[in-house]
Structure formats: C-alpha cells, structure tokens
C-alpha cells in the first residue's frame, strides 16, 4: 500500500515532548494496525494540551491600568468593546423578575446547590460570586464545603442528597476537584435534570446533534453565543474559529457555533499554524487559557473577538498580587478587531449570568411554571 | 450598540428560500433578545441542508465503465487508490477468526438483530448486505421485518423485545423510517449496551468529550479513520475538512478526526466557500450526499479524500437503472490528490467490517470474553 510522509517532529521537539514522541510513535498504527479488541487506537490518542507562543515579538504589557494604556493614541483603536458586565445585567434584572413572578405565582423560587471541595483561592472566588449573584435576582443558594483530603464518597454523598431533594434545582460542583478523585465519575452523578453546568455527556451529545435539545446549554458556551447575538452579530454563514477543546469551553463553543450554521475550524495545541488559520476568521472565540496567546496579527481586520480566558498574571499593583488577563492581546487586537470583550467585565459576567438562567430554567421546569 | 451589517440575503435567493429569509430575519435577536424561557434561539434555528454545487463547468460522467475513463490518459493519474474492499476483508478475516474463539472457548457467537420497516429498495439492500457479511464471519443474525404502514408501537416492542434478549448483542434499526414515525424515540429505546450503530447521544457526547469513551464508534466515521490509519495517513496535525455534518456521519467523523489531533473544519450547506475552505485540507472526508459536488479544484495537491458519499446517478447500462456515485469528482480528484477511496468500494465496505467489529465487541463485553 501507498506510503504516506511522516510529519516532522519538529513540533515536538519544540514542545520538549520528544521522549514522549517515541512512546506514541511506536504505538501509532502499522499498515494493518490491529482493529479488533482495541478500541483506543481508532479513538486517537490522549495527549496533553501544551500550548506553545510562536510569536516573535513579545506582548505588551496586557494591563489596561498601566502607563502604556494611557498613552495609547485612542485613534487606533477600531474594535467596539462588547460590554459584557451591561449585557449581563440586562439579563439579571429579567431573571430577577421572572424569580419574582415564580414567588408570588406558586411561592416557590429556584434553589442553586454549590459544592466546593477545597481550598483553592480562585474557587472561592468563583463560588462566591455565584452565590452573590444568586442573592442578587433572588435565587436561593445552598453549599456544602468539603475538606481538600475528603474522601471521594463524601462527595457523592453531597450530590446525591442534592439530588433527591426536590427544593434544589441546580447542582454545581465546583472544579477543579482535588486529584485524587474521579471527576467524571462525580459529574455522571449529577442528575441530568439539575445539571446547569450543561457538562453531562448526554447534554453535550444532544448540543452536537442536529435535531435535538439539550436540557441545559454550558454556561461559558452559552455566554459566548449570547454575547455575539446581542451585539447582532450575524453567525450564520461566516467563519469562525474556536481556540482551544475543552470539555466545558472549547468543545461545546465550536458545538453551538455550527448550531447557528457558522463554519466552524477547532484550534488546538495540536494545530501547525494557528495564526494562519485565526487571520481566516470572521468570529473568533479564543479559550486556550493562555495569556496573550492570539496576538494582533492572528486576525483578520474587523474581526470579532470574544475572550473566554481569565489568566492569572502577576500585577505587582494588584491587592492579590495577580490580575486576570485573556487569551487575546487585548492592545493588539483593539487594533484589528470590530468588537471584542474585554477581560475582566466580558465573558465573566455573562456566564454567571447563563448560570442563573440555567437555574431559573431548571425551576420553571420542575415546576411546569411557564 | 456597535451594529454589524448583515450578510447578503443573495445565497439565500439562490436557494429559493427567499420566503423563508423573512420569517427567519424577523426572528434573528434585536439588540436584547429575550432570553429567558426562549431557549431555541440560543441554539440556533433549524434549517433544511440544502446543497448548491457551484462550479461553473459541469462535472465529466462520474461512471468510471463509460468511455471517458478508457480514454482518460494514466499518467495523469496522480493518486493511489485506497482499497476499502481488500482492507474491509483483511479485518472480516480478522473478525471471523475471533467468532470462531469465542464459539470454541465460551459456546457463544455475536449476534446482530436488524429492524427493517417498509419496502425501500436500499434499504432492503442494505440489510441483505450486512446479513450477508455477518453470515460469512460466523456472526449469528435475526432480523424483524414490519410494514410501510406499521404503528410506531410495534417497532418499539421489536426493539424493547431485543433489548430483553441476552442473546443478542447489537440491534440495528434500517433507518430512513417512515415519515409517521419518530425516529429520535425509537433510536433512543435502543439499549446502550447493544447501540452497535453509536447513534445514542450519550455515545456521540462520549466520543466528543476529551477523557471520556463512547461504548461504539458511529460504523462509517470509524471506517473512515480505519481507511486513514491504514493507508498510514498521519492524522495527527493535519488540517482536515469534513464535507457535511449529518448526525449519523460528517458529525461524529468530524469529532473522531478530532480525537487524532487533526485541526479540523467543517464545511456544510451555509458554508459560503466551501472550495477555498476545502483546498486547504490535507485531509478531505466528504459525505455530503451530493454527487460530483466536490471537484478537483476543491482539492489540495496531494491531498487525501475519504468519498463516503453514495448517490444514486442514472444509469441506463446498469442492472437497476442506476449507478452510484461518490461526493467526490473522481475524474478530476484522481489527478489531483494523492489518495483517494473509490465510490463502490470504499468507505462502504469498510463500513460494514466496522459494523461487524462493533458486534463482535459488543459480544465480547456481555460475555466478558477476551
């Protein structure tokens, strides 16, 4: 049979990973690889996300308080910034109605459980907000906290009895969770009915497939699209390109985008020359988690930019000592861009936001309020 | 807030839904859409995949027995043909001497029950196809036959009655059904364990999730990836196009093909270039189901092209009045690509060999037989 040329493992080189070449070389399959009994060679191989800057020059500095900001000539800029922090609190005030409505229609309001495991300072951070945004449109909140060395059980525990009881109607565990648990084995117990992060494979399989519904849409997916549909962003028809594959980002992003019939190209670390393929875009979503990863000259002029990544990076200015800061050269990009959200105050809140939807969405079933 | 102009409605007009155009504008969001409770407009609007081929010249005769082709000078032949009838056969063998372990170690074989409802000549082919391959490795096959005009009732007792069955291991609903019958339901009473065909949206979110395993591989994806694997295509990479995003073939191809690490797009009926999109792939997977829609000059050079589409195109010298013919323009692809299925002859027998292994496995998992 024909003899095809092997990539250069130049790639992997670059990555550091050349021992690791070798190890998957010589699993990758012979001319007749054998089929039966082994269904992981067909299904690809795992492989770690390392995601390595090609980039000649390096990034500004990506803090909009820094004196380089200041001096930034406004002129440039030509991206309109999408407000998301405005758009979320559109939406919250109509939950906060609908949740008002629910209370004095059946007396009954939706109930959000958290589990946090752990100490991790962001998680908090991020339960916190959830919380604080729960109160804010009137949906109660519950939350079980849990020693980082808990055992898994405990855990399971937690979600069943959240499970069960009929007054919650959304459970989110909080990830990451501590190492030494199975993560996939506590998020399949989350019932498929209050599982408002969207994250079960049935969910994700029901968003792939044309024709049918998710109960719930992720939340950060969910933001993305409703963040460009709010900016009337027209999707359908045009290119976009999704940077990055996660289970709960990347992957159901590029999901939802060919929902609206965009054409969609998934980058990820694997990818040879993602610049290339970003500059074709007409809607780029990037969710690498990697600062300052999409530089200027990965898009295309009047491109629409929407920035998933929230990463840490050391701020000196800073009360915690870090500040958060995209995956999108933001000075870059503004530059280039037609519109883009801003990290903080774009994708952030509007996730949170999705999450209360989720939640309400999730009573109102429950209920069949309407 | 930042207004972006709209695309042009001529595609649309092209396509003769003009009337639909309006109805669908008048429900495109404003600037806040309503978003609570109104969670379709979030998952984009269904719309019929219409397929415009758009090549100014008309494709040569795709009938590889007609003139043309004995005319047709060899050297401009630049790709190897991929054999998926001689490479179908080697894992039948394969197969066939797994049945006959099992059935001298345990007493048991593999057994598939086939649902068939209505008279349609392919399908009717079809399943005599896939019986006779079952048969000639040694795989055990029933199959339940039921009229045009049956209730949906009774192809759900068929496929609850097989479910109840420990002695069968795969079940296989023919599908199209008839228009009175809801496909979605009956696919999803099919028993997880025995989803042979991997339609179930639990396997589809599986296989698209990172980390996670489907109990089976979609039958024609997986032959598509066992094509490449093969023909010792590196997949890993490679920028990849999937021509069509059918539920039962371009999506989950397009999420396998993912798995391997290839970048990949997918090109679909409201892609608006689907030829400069498609002339950047490495690797092009077609299934469209538009014959003759993909030309030479959507191709690459040196591309590789996995034709899964079987369109039937008249015929006159044929035995039924008709021939069948790939997505891809074979004439024309042949001097391009480097490598290239022919359309009979490659996807689809390979597909049957990937149905086969899928029984076999499923057998071999009920009985814990390894």
């Known amino acids: 049979m024909m003899m095809m040329q092997r990539s250069s493992p130049q790639l992997w080189r670059k990555m550091g990973l050349k021992a690791f070449l070798f190890s998957t070389c010589s699993s990758t399959p012979s001319l007749s690889p054998p089929l039966v009994n082994k269904s992981l060679p067909i299904l690809g ?88 945004a729960c109160q804010e449109v009137g949906i109660m909140s519950v939350m079980t906290e849990l020693p980082e060395d808990c055992a898994e059980s405990e855990v399971l525990n937690a979600v069943s009895s959240f499970n069960e009881n009929p007054a919650v109607h959304g459970i989110l565990v909080q990830l990451p969770l501590p190492q030494h648990m199975d993560e996939e084995k506590i998020l399949n117990v989350v019932s498929l009915e209050k599982d408002v992060d969207g994250f079960h494979p049935l969910n994700i399989g029901n968003l792939a497939m044309t024709g049918r519904e998710p109960l719930f849409i992720p939340c950060t997916p969910k933001a993305c699209i409703e963040l460009l549909l709010r900016s009337n962003v027209e999707i359908m028809g045009k290119k976009a390109v999704v940077i990055g594959r996660s289970n709960i980002v990347g992957l159901p992003t590029s999901l939802l985008l060919q929902r609206h019939h965009a054409t969609v190209s998934v980058v990820h670390a694997f990818t040879k020359n993602p610049e290339e393929i970003t500059r074709e875009a007409d809607i780029v979503v990037s969710a690498a988690g990697v600062a300052n990863l999409v530089r200027g000259n990965w898009l295309k002029p009047g491109a629409i930019v929407i920035d998933v990544g929230t990463n840490p990076v050391k701020d000196p200015d800073s009360e915690y000592g870090y500040s958060l800061t995209g995956d999108v050269c933001y000075e870059e990009a503004v530059k280039v861009a037609s519109a883009i959200t801003p990290v903080p105050g774009g994708v952030g809140p509007m996730t949170i936001a999705m999450l209360l939807s989720n939640t309400l969405d999730s009573a109102k079933r429950a209920y069949r309020f309407t």
Chains 1, 2 share one sequence.
Do not use: C
């Open 45 to 132: 191989p795992e492989l770690p996300e390392v995601w390595i800057p090609n980039s000649s020059s390096p990034p500004p500095t990506n803090n909009r308080r820094s004196p380089f900001i200041f001096n930034h000539d406004a002129h440039e800029q030509t991206a309109v910034v999408i407000d998301g922090k405005l758009m979320a609190d559109e939406i919250r005030s109509v939950i906060a109605d609908e949740v008002s409505r629910m209370k004095s229609a059946i007396g009954k309001v939706p109930r959000l459980a958290v589990i946090l495991v752990g100490e991790r300072k962001d998680s908090q951070t991020y339960v916190r907000n959830k919380i604080k």
